[in-house]
């Protein structure tokens, strides 16, 4: 079945006998409301007293639900507690919420929240309604529409109603397209999702944004010195590409390049996974395929600086071609890799791609994205990426944007001089994975990035690994997308981006040395 998500800013009248309604917000918020609040999605199915009577037997530990009509009209009350570290719309929970209380038809989901959590409950929303399935459903009907609504608690405990603007709605939807497609492409498996499909998603994104991709593909990635694709890639059937999509303004006095890690499957390379970590790596694309659902998002929204999509797509197969452990690549920055572990293959492909935003886009401001390392969700866990940079305001920038989307984030330690020399190599100028594998993994994966793009680059880099968030459960979450729309927010001319982008102030250009 295919879902369409269709936003309004106010209520629809329907009855719930034909067209079900899920209402969810804190329980602060769901007693704010009266009968008359929301008797157009409920009449002539619930009363006055049916609504009050839900309301005084909700008690969530963390969450609660109670029926108000059969299971066709419901309310759902999201955690009471919400610590520092967490995003105060309890995006997760409403994801959860409206996965287990949707019943597939023509429906409603009725989100009450403050205008802060606004976006963040949106998305959560869309999270909840993946497109990619193959299992065969016989009856029923082909397609459904869930219309989702708002009402907007404010700070005196005001209810409002129509509190966006049609183009704020617009956004939104823009967003939730990106969510999704980002989504699918991470879930779609190798077979249906190989380097070559990418690319016509790719192909499809630009069509609608009306930018001609730049392609490099195959041998001509050998020739032109992107060692780190072209050997992680060169055993697959289908050959890597380094595949870049740009939007540039007039009037742009900033460039700005978002390289995403597109490793269509990774069976490990010749340092090859077992058969219970292989399952699964279908996902490792997420960064490059977040990237691309963002900056469709972001174009929409009107992007006022020089944005550049850079997308390092690969799959690390096992064949005659394949790199061996002991071989040694030059990359695209120059610098040698002695390859001591074939599994080590995002940052080979990444470190390509970041000194290409440096060399021949001259960006400001890099920003890498990857399901990197495992050790990604021991150090920093399942909801929240780990964020490494080398500016403390991209970094507080970055912390808040995750808890404002709800793709949280937190930071780990960036200092080079004390963790790049687990690289150290005795025949070229670095390897590709730590001789210690207990010494801060996750920061190691992104200095060695990090070492291509050189220590003292001038502009500001920002690596983001999301190896956990990524998915949830057998599903894909979309993580990526809402983030970098929030941390960029500033840079469109969207208003509704705009009011949901931290506010730290923008960091000057400088330099970092070892």
């Known amino acids: ?77 999201l955690p009471t507690k919400c610590s520092r570290h967490n995003t105060s719309s309890r995006a997760h929970s409403v994801t959860k919420l409206v996965s287990g209380n949707v019943t597939g038809v023509n429906e409603t989901v009725v989100l009450v929240c403050e205008k802060r959590d606004l976006f963040a409950s949106a998305c959560a929303v869309a999270r909840a309604f993946p497109l990619f399935s193959r299992k065969n ?48 492409i991470v879930d779609t498996p190798c077979n249906e999702m190989n380097v070559t499909h990418f690319l016509e998603e790719v192909n499809i994104v630009a069509g609608e944004l009306g930018i001609t991709p730049l392609i ?93 999509a850079v997308l390092c797509l690969a799959e690390n197969s096992v064949g005659p071609n394949a790199t061996r452990p002991d071989d040694i ?25 970041v000194v290409y935003a440096k060399k021949d886009l001259k960006a400001d401001v890099i920003l890498d994205m990857a399901t990197l390392t495992g050790a990604q969700g021991i150090a920093t866990g399942k909801y929240h990426g780990a964020i490494l940079t080398n500016s403390d305001v991209w970094e507080q920038k ?10 949280l984030l937190s930071p780990v330690p960036y200092c080079p001089e004390l963790h790049f020399s687990e690289f150290s190599s005795s025949v070229a100028d670095m390897k590709n994975s730590v001789a210690d594998r207990n010494n801060a993994q996750v920061s190691c994966a992104g200095l060695f990035i990090a070492a291509h793009l050189g220590f003292d680059y001038a502009g500001s ?41 931290p506010s730290v102030a923008e960091p000057p250009l400088k330099k970092v040395c070892l």
């Open 1 to 77: 079945m295919v879902i369409k998500i269709s936003f309004n800013a106010t209520l629809l009248k329907t009855d719930p006998h034909e067209h079900p309604v899920l209402i969810i917000g804190q329980l602060q918020h769901l007693q704010l409301l009266s009968f008359e609040d929301v008797r157009v999605k409920l009449e002539p199915r619930v009363t006055a007293d049916t609504w009050a009577n839900a309301l005084a037997c909700l008690h969530p530990s963390p969450t609660d639900t109670c029926p108000l009509y059969l299971d066709l009209a419901t309310v759902a009350a």
């Open 461 to 501: 880099w920002i690596h983001i690994d999301m190896a956990s968030p990524v998915h949830s459960g057998e599903r894909a979450t979309g993580y990526g997308v809402a983030l970098l729309c929030s941390l960029f927010g500033n840079y469109t001319t969207c208003s509704l981006l705009q009011q949901f982008a």
């Open 216 to 308: 490099v593909r195959g041998e001509e990635l050998n020739s032109r010195g992107f060692g780190g694709i072209y050997g992680v890639g060169k055993a697959a059937t289908a050959p890597p590409a380094l595949c870049v999509l740009s939007h540039q303004p007039v009037g742009a006095t900033k460039t700005i390049a978002w390289v995403g890690k597109g490793i269509v499957f990774d069976t490990g390379g010749l340092s090859i996974k077992g058969k219970t970590a292989m399952p699964g790596m279908k996902r490792d694309c997420g960064g490059a395929a977040a990237i691309l659902g963002a900056f469709y998002a972001a174009v929409r929204g009107g992007f006022t600086e020089n944005l550049h």
């Open 398 to 407: 970055g912390i808040d944007a995750g808890r404002i989307s709800g793709d």
């Open 137 to 184: 459903r016989r009856g029923g009907a082909e397609s459904s529409t869930v219309n989702v609504e708002f009402i907007v608690v404010d700070s005196g405990d005001r209810i409002i109603f129509n509190s966006l603007l049609p183009s704020e709605i617009s956004c939104i939807e823009n967003v939730a397209r990106g969510i999704r497609l980002a989504a699918k």
């Open 329 to 353: 690549h030059q990359l695209y920055s120059g610098l040698t890799v002695e390859i001591n572990n074939t599994d080590a293959e995002g940052r080979l492909v990444l470190s390509d791609g």
